[in-house]
């Protein structure tokens, strides 16, 4: 979403680092492009005017004219500013009460019941039990939506379908996970396609019927200012506590991201992308300042790998790697691990680099399918033991697989590959002096390329 902004703020902060001579001159005219970056972003004007006459002030005040390397400090006085501007530091949702009560409030359309599900996915994998409530009883769709929700996660479902009186449900709901010994209740409550009085009256109600302890307000991150706009208005009736922007991997310009959290003086606490029910992440002001100026999430990118990961699996996998034993059936079993972690091409955009590189390419998340295809026509024991694998057998394994003998071909010459660098890789690890030299290779080469990018 942010690719556009993060476009625009390089050529602003790439204009200045390339000045043979900074000056308040050119200073000036690179704030000047950041602002008309941040405002193409669909950055509200005056957010955007406030936020970059912060960084000229900063920016002068710290002597950027006379720094050695006035573009690098610049680039870290915009990193604070768009930390700052989107809440300074990460804010939990609150989870308090027997049970804990969140009431979920926002458009319809923006993505509240599918954020219901995932917030119940999150919740499960913290070990608290779940009930959720459907309250909308204006879009039957919605409730059966819910119901599948809570199917897949796990967590209990509570409806009246007889009832058409939401904040009784409500009650009802929050009576029945107390009763049961329930530790969270999630409300979701029903939508409009527009603010109209009678839903914010209803929204209300419910509110002031359960007390939650948590409100939050669920946004679609594409409708640019709009979000803003709806936000200040669910603000000034509901109080709520966060806001939750979904839909974050559209294509949209993300200026609401930036502009909601200084309009409405209310954390932004989740983003989501997708519908998978685990595309749920916690939101991090400076994670995300550094994915807009191009620096990488490597941090979110170890927290995505630890979740998804099982240590006693990556022992035996290491275990067998080390014997020259690693097989089809564990490369399945990675596969796996991968896309537990989410979207490739949101993973690729962690690395530090990554972002800009990745820009124009098309990541099909269905891209590992034919690997498996021709996996998955093997025999368990040509699984187990790739050595089998003669032409007359991958032959057969083509045909099985609906690819070409020579696609079976190349995946199983990268699979060999693959195998002997993870084999080297481990008995690196196992030994120090190796190690030690690679680095040392790794550092000369550095060097040559440097002296030879100055020669040129």
């Keep these: 979403m942010f690719d556009n902004l993060s476009q625009k703020l390089e050529r602003a902060l790439k204009t200045l680092k390339g000045q043979g001579q900074i000056t308040d001159i050119n200073v000036a005219a690179t ?227 930036l502009s909601i959290r200084a309009v409405v003086e209310k954390p932004i606490k989740f983003i989501s992308t997708g519908e998978k029910m685990d595309a749920l992440d916690l939101f991090y002001p400076d994670r995300m300042a550094q994915r807009i100026l191009g620096m990488g999430d490597v941090i979110s990118l170890v927290e995505r790998a630890q979740q998804a990961y099982d240590e006693d699996e990556a022992r035996r996998i290491n275990a067998k790697i080390r014997k020259n034993q690693f097989n089809f059936d564990d490369f399945l079993s990675q596969l796996d691990q991968i896309r537990k972690m989410g979207n490739i091409k949101d993973l690729m955009g962690m690395i530090p680099g990554m972002g800009k590189a990745m820009k124009d390419v098309e990541i099909d998340d269905n891209a590992f399918t034919p690997i498996e295809s021709i996996i998955r026509s093997m025999t368990p024991a040509e699984r187990a033991n790739p050595d089998l694998l003669n032409p007359s057998r991958r032959k057969r394994i083509a045909v099985g697989s609906g690819r070409s003998p020579q696609e079976v071909n190349q995946m199983l010459k990268q699979f060999e590959q693959m195998r002997q660098m993870m084999r080297q890789m481990s008995k690196m690890s196992a030994n120090p002096a190796a190690l030690k030299q690679m680095q040392q290779q790794l550092q000369r080469a550095q060097q040559q390329g440097g002296n030879l990018g100055r020669r040129r």
Excluded: W
């Design 31 to 257: 704030i000047k492009e950041v602002r008309r970056a941040l405002v193409d972003a669909d950055v509200n004007y005056k957010v955007a005017k406030e936020v970059t006459d912060r960084i000229q002030r900063e920016a002068l005040g710290q002597k950027v004219i006379t720094a050695i390397e006035p573009g690098q400090l610049m680039v870290k006085i915009v990193y604070d500013e768009l930390t700052q501007l989107m809440g300074g530091e990460k804010r939990d949702v609150v989870i308090k009460g027997e049970p804990a009560v969140v009431l979920i409030a926002g458009l319809q359309g923006s993505g509240k019941t599918t954020f219901t599900g995932k917030l119940s996915a999150l919740l499960k994998k913290q070990g608290r039990s779940v009930v959720v409530a459907a309250c909308d009883v204006y879009r039957p769709a919605a409730t059966e939506q819910l119901r599948v929700l809570a199917e897949q996660v796990g967590a209990e479902f509570y409806s009246e379908p007889e009832s058409k009186d939401p904040v009784q449900i409500a009650q009802n709901a929050v009576q029945h996970g107390r009763r049961l010994g329930r530790k969270v209740v999630i409300i979701d409550t029903a939508g409009r396609l527009a603010v109209d009085e009678a839903m914010m009256r209803e929204v209300e109600s419910i509110k002031r019927a359960v007390q939650p302890s948590e409100t939050l307000f669920v946004v679609d991150a594409m409708t640019g200012q709009d979000a803003v706009n709806t936000a200040k208005t669910f603000n000034d009736r509901l109080d709520f506590d966060g806001v939750v922007l979904t839909k974050l991997d559209g294509d949209a310009r993300g200026g609401a991201a």
